[in-house]
């Protein structure tokens, strides 16, 4: 069981500009599209006023994520491969 924040898996695809602290780094415009920095208060393209949730955070908002340590889950997962708590239950149960 990998207790590390940040594995090598992980840290691998924020090299590639994938995975979940690359895409805590980023926020969408919603009106145009344009990747900004997590920082940036307005979309340097269209000026359009950007919300305070990144990627991840949106992202999040459509998909099950394990409650411990934030990573994404599928609907059907008992244990959290990253972090090794149990989020599901069994229908045995």
Known sequence: MIRDHKTEKFIQLESYGMGPFAMKKIKVC?????????TSIVCPACKKLLTRKTLFDEYKTMHFCCPSCDIPL???TQYCPHCGRKVGYSANE
Do not use: F
């Open 74 to 76: 599928t609907g059907d």
């Open 30 to 38: 919603p009106r145009c599209g344009q990747i900004a920095k997590s």
